[in-house]
């Protein structure tokens, strides 16, 4: 059940779409710039092409669960 449940979050995240999971979090879909990074060993400047990566947002049921166990 969780292997489908991790494939259909898998399928709408590879279609564009942003997954929400009610009381938990939001996994959502962000598009980044290309932009110059440098290379820390060198400090020989490098562009760093565009991509699109994958952020987590935990809600705040979630946040507040946390912070109340530490």
Do not use: W, Y
Not at 18 to 23: D, L
């Amino acid at each position: 059940m969780v292997e489908a449940i991790l494939s259909h979050m898998c399928d709408a995240l590879g279609e564009g779409e942003n997954v929400k999971i009610s009381g938990f979090g939001t996994f959502l879909l962000r598009d980044k710039a290309e932009r110059i990074g440098r290379n820390p060993k060198t400090g020989i400047e490098v562009p760093i092409t565009p991509r699109r990566v994958l952020t987590f947002r935990a809600s705040q049921m979630l946040k507040d669960r946390i912070c109340a166990e530490a």
